[in-house]
C-alpha cells in the first residue's frame, strides 16, 4: 500500500465518525432545536481539523487492529481449519517438537504468510495476484476501521446529548420519535457496517485460500529431477515450537 493509499484509508473513518456524529446529534435536536445553529456558537477550526484528521485515523485504526487479535467475537480471517486441510491433503508437512503451538491464530498468521512470500518466488502466478491480496487485506481493514468509527459516533452523541441535557443553559426537550429515529437510523448503520465488513473478511479469507491451496499443489506436483522424474512433494515447515504460542 503507497503513502496516499495509506492516508485515505486513516482519514475515511475520521470522516465517517464526524459525518454520523452530526447527522444523529442533528436528529435527536429535532424538531425545536439546529444541530448547525448551535455549532454556529462554538469555534471549530476545521484546518486544525484536518491536520489532526489522519492521526486521529491512526488511532482508531489501531482500536480496529487490536479488536481484530483480541475480541473473540470480532470477525476476522482464521485459517485453523484449513491449515488441518492441508496437511490432510499431504501439501504442507510441519516440523516441530510440539504442533499445538499452531492452534494459536496470530500464529498461524505468520507461518502462512511465510509459506505465501516463501511461494511467490517459484510461483509466477502467485506473484501475479499478490496485489490482489493486499487490496482485499487494505479493504477489510479500512471497512473494519468505518465500523469502529460508527460505534465511537455512538457512544459520542450518547455523551454529548447527556451532556447538554446536565449542563447547558439553552432548555431542550428531547422528543421520543426523534430520538428513536437516531437509534434505529444507528442500528441500521451498525448492521450495514458490520455486515459489509464480514463480507470482506469471507472474501479474503476465501481469495487466500483458494489461491495458496493451487500454489502448494503446483508446488507438490512440480518435478524437482527430470532424470528420476521425482515430484517436490508437500511443502516443508520447520516450526520453532519453543518461539511461538
Not at 476545521?46 to 470477525?75: D, E, K, Q
Not at 502466478?125 to 499478490?130: A, D, I, R, S, T
Not at 465511537?152 to 426523534?178: E, K
Amino acid at each position: 500500500m503507497n503513502e496516499f493509499n495509506k492516508i485515505i484509508r486513516y482519514i475515511i473513518p475520521v470522516f465517517t465518525f464526524a459525518g454520523y456524529s452530526f447527522t444523529l446529534i442533528s436528529i435527536s435536536f429535532l424538531p425545536d432545536m439546529s444541530f448547525m445553529d448551535e455549532l454556529s456558537f462554538t469555534d471549530i477550526n476545521l484546518t486544525l481539523f484536518a491536520s489532526f484528521s489522519v492521526g486521529i485515523g491512526f488511532v482508531i485504526s489501531s482500536v480496529h487492529h487490536l479488536l481484530f487479535w483480541r475480541l473473540p467475537i470480532y470477525p476476522k480471517v482464521t485459517y485453523r481449519d484449513y491449515f488441518i486441510r492441508l496437511r490432510t491433503h499431504g501439501l504442507v508437512d510441519f516440523k516441530a517438537e510440539d504442533l499445538k503451538e499452531l492452534s494459536n491464530e496470530e500464529e498461524l498468521w505468520r507461518v502462512l504468510n511465510i509459506i505465501w512470500h516463501r511461494l511467490r518466488s517459484d510461483d509466477q502466478g502467485l506473484e501475479k495476484v499478490n496485489s490482489r491480496n493486499d487490496s482485499l487485506t487494505d479493504l477489510m481493514h479500512g471497512n473494519g476501521a468505518t465500523l469502529v468509527s460508527l460505534i465511537f459516533a455512538g457512544i459520542f452523541t450518547i455523551s454529548y446529548l447527556l451532556y447538554y441535557l446536565c449542563f447547558n443553559i439553552y432548555p431542550w426537550i428531547p422528543h421520543c420519535g426523534f430520538i428513536a429515529m437516531a437509534i434505529a437510523l444507528f442500528f441500521l448503520a451498525l448492521w450495514f457496517h458490520c455486515s459489509s465488513y464480514q463480507f470482506t473478511v469471507t472474501n479474503l479469507n476465501r481469495f487466500v485460500e483458494t489461491t495458496l491451496y493451487h500454489s502448494l499443489n503446483l508446488y507438490k506436483n512440480q518435478v524437482k529431477d527430470e532424470k528420476t522424474r521425482v515430484k517436490n512433494g508437500p511443502t516443508i515447515f520447520y516450526y520453532d515450537s519453543s518461539n511461538g504460542g
